[in-house]
């Protein structure tokens, strides 16, 4: 039997099957006329500008420095001139600081240092090189690649596990990475156990992508310490502590990280820009991210970070017709963008294209207490009652029951017959204790 976890839920037909629309074309390149680079891509601190309006900068140029022990640096991804330093609407409530080039249309990088090759590389120099690349996570969390990496005092990891679920609706952007660079990525997880010291690497891919498993485990042969394995294909099986206990059979305790479990976990296309990072000296500048939904050519681009979703749409053919609402990432953890302005960032893997339809907000009834939400519930948490919780204003009963917990997979909403808005409360509920915590 495939390896799978208790819960989750298996979206219906025509949203899952979103993913042929995109699955079967090859990645190409879009260069955008103009980027608008946010400082604050990664959780942490956002990075502290170093040019200024006026500024011709390079290709892979450092044009933002890492601030606080999360920071990482920001690089140009087109060469040209700096038109604004200001800040700008994204993804975020409020607007954000954000560096704007005007590309020049010639590509002219930067000097790139390689540190080695995979496997002669001094382990000690990898971790550096990935902060230095401005690498974090690629699969939608942005968290820090280089902290992640460094295991802490005290702490062991025995397992690396490479994250080929992509199970997100829509979303093909880790497929076709999987498929057209699957030596790059194994390159990648090498370097990760060389970094770490750990011996074993797995990379886990849900059993609806054939080519995909028949593309790594080729890849993988004659690689120390890398395997190949086939999930159940069910949603959120990418979620992380859902991978580990799948993979290991290992729980990460309630309000843990993941290695207190004894695994790290990280986006293949992470690997890969890990591996470009050590070998070819090359920073986080660009991304392969899906174009699908309302749009008149799907397909997967690799876009330079910064670039505007106008451009991304255009770049496959302009919207349909009845398009109405955008999200950057899938249907189901995605975030609305506000308008088309908005910049593809470093953990941008889609850009999908709702209809009207589709982008109905569906009315809040009742709860009729049927115990879905619970029975589907990844986290084996009790949505329902912590709704019931953040209504009455009690934000300290429901994280109690795991609010903290819950990994915002929308799974409790999809299945809930009342349409009640769970995630929504969730995610609304954990903003005002961040706050609460910060004043």
């Keep these: ?35 608008t680079i946010p400082v604050g891509m990664h959780i942490g601190a956002p990075s502290a500008p170093c040019v200024k309006k006026g500024d011709v900068v390079r290709l892979g140029q450092v044009i933002a420095e890492p601030v606080g022990g999360l920071g990482l640096p920001v690089h140009a991804s087109v060469s ?28 002219d990088w930067v000097e790139l240092t390689p540190v080695g090759e995979v496997e002669t590389v001094d382990p000690a120099a990898i971790i550096p090189a990935v902060r230095a690349a401005g690498i974090c996570g690629m699969g939608g ?34 497929y076709r990475n999987m498929l057209e660079h699957p030596d790059r990525i194994v390159d990648g997880l090498r370097l990760i156990l060389r970094a770490t010291g750990v011996s074993r690497g797995v990379i886990a891919i849900e059993d609806n992508k054939p080519e995909a498993i028949a593309a790594m485990e080729k890849a993988v042969e004659g690689r120390t310490g890398c395997e190949v394995m086939a999930l159940r294909t069910k949603y959120p099986q990418g979620g992380e ?26 986006n293949v296309s992470t690997a890969r820009a890990i591996a470009e990072a050590v070998t070819e000296g090359r920073p986080l500048i660009e991304r392969i991210t899906t174009v699908a939904g309302c749009v008149k050519e799907p397909g997967n681009l690799l876009v330079r970070v910064g670039t505007p979703f106008q451009e991304v749409v255009d770049a496959c053919g302009g919207l349909a017709d009845g398009a109405k609402k955008a999200f950057a990432g899938g249907p189901m953890t995605g975030l609305c ?92 509920a954990r903003e005002e204790l961040a706050a609460k915590a910060r004043r």
Excluded: W
Aim: with cysteine.
């Design 80 to 107: 040209g001139t700096v038109v604004a330093v200001e800040e700008r609407q994204q993804l975020r409530a409020k607007p954000e600081l954000c560096i704007t080039i005007e590309n020049d249309m010639l590509d």
């Design 1 to 35: 039997m495939k390896r799978t976890f208790k819960g989750g839920v298996h979206p219906l037909r025509e949203i899952h099957e979103g993913k042929r629309f995109t699955e079967d074309c090859a990645v190409r390149p879009l260069v955008p006329g103009q980027v």
């Design 141 to 174: 969390a942005a968290f820090p690649t280089h902290v992640k990496m460094t295991v802490p005092e005290g702490k062991r990891a025995d397992i690396v596990i490479l994250n080929g679920a992509e199970c997100e609706p829509y979303l093909t952007a880790d």
């Design 337 to 428: 963008a506000p308008d088309l302005s908005v910049s593809v960032a470093k953990n941008n893997n889609g850009v999908i294209l709702f209809d009207e339809a589709q982008a109905k907000a569906l009315e809040e009834g009742p709860c009729i207490r049927c115990g879905r939400c619970v029975g589907v519930c990844p986290m084996r948490l009790m949505p329902y009652e912590m709704k019931f919780d953040v209504e009455r204003g009690n934000l300290e009963r429901a994280k109690a029951r795991g609010l903290m917990d819950c990994v915002l997979c929308g799974a409790c909403a999809y299945i809930c017959p009342a349409r009640r808005h769970l995630t929504a409360a969730f995610k609304t």
């Design 241 to 266: 502590k859902q991978l580990i206990e799948v993979v290991t059979g290992r729980q990460v305790p309630r309000g843990q990280l993941p290695i207190e479990a004894g695994a790290l976990v990280f």
